[in-house]
């Protein structure tokens, strides 16, 4: 691949993804065979935003695996206290630090072991890691999530070709619809989230209390939506007003649906990735926000495994609207991967909700926003409902319905 425009790629991704400040540490989580990618992030850190310090961890899946299959089961579920640690460490330093997560995942790095207990292991692992999330998931710091192509994932999405092939395919793709193929990606970003706020506010400014979700495959669901929600979109803010953009790349405006007022039948238009499995073609039930009953043709007991997680996991944390011109559903790719696939989709996610989608949600305790209907769960699994006759019909507080999304495009 082009050397120059990867390292166009890592520039905006820190730059226009994090954006990290001067006093604060950029923590890179990154695959440990992408270290080249690291050390070009580490550099425009350094050099174009004068941060103080950059510290990357190395993740190594296919070690995880091996230890997947190895140890005991409580091995799995015990961790130790310096790996939440070791970030916190950072988070409570005073400038605080800062995120890049690099991925290139395996889509089927799970395949084939024992699904409970890679269940056990990946809860007891976001559980350690709570604390950590509570600084993103509330926009506490800036945090950003990009994505480089790993063979096996580059041969899951282009069966049909050599493996060499299927890798420069990929990144191809990542880069037509992370809008770097044009040589500036900073740029063409600036005018592009530019667009996605003028959808936000305009949603904003209609004061909607529920949506109402249609078309032709059988949906029909009402999300009521969340005491006080508001929609979001593009970039996000810290409390210290530093702009980042969470999800690279994003398409989406979304909130906070109630988590009791969801009501309908819903029917998943892509497969969705979880935990390195395929759910395909699923559906679910809901009445008074809960999924009451649900099936898929492939991977019906995994999702019953998402489901059961928690009582939280059997109601939605977020709705979020993205038109079908999103340039991800325009190249047809299924990325098996949700940070591509649920920007090119209108999506529900099964559990936790951002707190920063209703109004004073970040400073707000859990009880609080539990009373205003915001989900809690340890999972948060976004799930492709949008379709190109997707029809959106918005109830505003005043009782008026507004056409929001018609043949799944924004009209207002
Ligand atoms: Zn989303
Ligand atoms: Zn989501």
Request: with cysteine; charged share 30%.
């Amino acid at each position: 691949m082009n050397m120059k425009l990867i390292e166009k790629y890592a520039e905006f991704a820190v730059l226009i993804g994090t954006n990290p400040k001067p006093e604060q540490t950029l923590i890179i989580n990154c695959p440990v065979e992408l270290s080249y990618f690291a050390r070009m992030c580490a550099e425009v850190a350094y050099v174009k935003a004068n941060v103080r310090e950059v510290v990357v961890n190395y993740k190594d899946e296919k070690l995880d695996r091996i230890k997947l299959i190895h140890t005991e089961t409580e091995v799995l579920e015990d961790v130790k206290p310096y790996i939440p640690r070791a970030t916190l460490d950072y988070l409570e330093s005073e400038g605080q630090a800062c995120f890049l997560h690099i991925i290139a995942s395996d889509p089927e790095i799970y395949k084939g072991l024992d699904k409970e207990r890679v269940d056990k292991a990946v809860v007891a692992r976001e559980k350690a890691l709570k604390p950590i999330r509570a600084y993103t998931m509330n926009d506490r710091v800036q945090w950003s999530i990009v994505a480089l192509p790993s063979e096996p994932w580059a041969v899951k999405v282009f069966p049909d070709v050599s493996a060499e092939e299927a890798v420069l395919k990929l990144w191809k793709a990542i880069f037509d619809v992370c809008r770097v193929t044009g040589g500036d990606p900073v740029g063409e970003w600036k005018e592009h989230v530019a667009k996605i706020k003028a959808s936000r506010d305009k949603i904003n400014d209609l004061e909607l209390e529920s949506i109402h979700m249609t078309n032709s495959l059988g949906t029909d669901l009402r999300v009521g939506l969340a005491d006080g929600a508001i929609w979001e979109g593009a970039s996000s803010k810290t409390s210290k007003g530093y702009e980042f953009i969470a999800n690279i790349p994003t398409e989406e405006v979304f909130t906070a649906p109630h988590r009791e007022k969801t009501e309908g039948i819903v029917y998943g238009t892509k497969p969705y990735v979880y935990n390195g499995n395929l759910i395909e073609d699923f559906w679910a039930k809901f009445k008074n926000g809960k999924v009451v009953e649900y099936g898929a043709r492939e991977g019906e007991d995994l999702l019953g495994q998402l489901l059961d997680t928690d009582e939280g996991a059997k109601h939605i944390g977020e709705v979020a609207l993205v038109p079908v011109s999103s340039p991800i559903n325009k190249t047809g790719i299924l990325f098996y991967d949700t940070l591509f696939d649920e920007n090119a989709s209108c999506h529900i996610a099964f559990g936790d909700a951002y707190p920063t989608t209703v109004k004073g949600g970040s400073s707000a305790s859990k009880d609080e926003l539990l009373k205003r209907g915001v989900n809690q769960s340890l999972v948060h699994e976004d799930v492709m409902v949008g379709s190109d006759d997707m029809k959106i019909v918005g109830t505003t507080r005043t009782g008026d319905k507004v056409l929001i999304f018609k043949n799944g495009e924004w009209i207002i």
